[in-house]
């Protein structure tokens, strides 16, 4: 059974930090890119980051690039997403998603989690 847990959301000022975490139950999770999503209230979910499978590849929405960090651990099967200096426009629920397509589009990916929410206060 395939399931993607997220966790590490909560509210935070300003400027702060978050660390999410999306813990896989994936069968050969090291063979899967894997990515961050968010959806905040009222607007369409939107593309933060992936990682290839080797973790050696990853790539940013422009509104995050510097920001955020992407990384993942095969030895424990779990994605991480360092979120830094965190603007009350990053307030979403950020959703944990993988796939098996090197250079996916968002409708690529073929697991989803169910999401963690990220408030940021002014």
């Known amino acids: 059974q395939v399931q993607l847990v997220e966790s590490g959301g909560g509210l935070v000022q300003a400027g702060g930090s978050l660390r999410l975490s999306c813990a896989a139950q994936?069968?050969?999770?090291?063979?899967?890119?894997m990515g961050w999503f968010r959806q905040a209230p009222g607007k369409e979910r939107e593309f933060v980051a992936r990682?290839?499978?080797?973790?050696?590849?990853?790539t940013y929405a422009a509104s995050v690039k510097g920001r955020f960090t992407i990384s993942r651990d095969n030895a424990k099967n779990t994605l991480y997403l360092q979120l830094n200096v965190l603007e009350p426009e990053d307030t979403a629920v950020y959703y944990c998603?993988?796939?098996?397509?090197?250079?996916?589009?968002?409708?690529?990916?073929?697991?989803w989690g169910q999401g963690t929410q990220v408030t940021v206060s002014s």
């Open positions: 990682i290839s499978w080797s973790g050696g590849r990853t």
């Open positions: 994936l069968r050969d999770f090291s063979a899967y890119t």
């Open positions: 998603a993988a796939t098996l397509n090197i250079a996916p589009r968002s409708e690529d990916y073929a697991y």
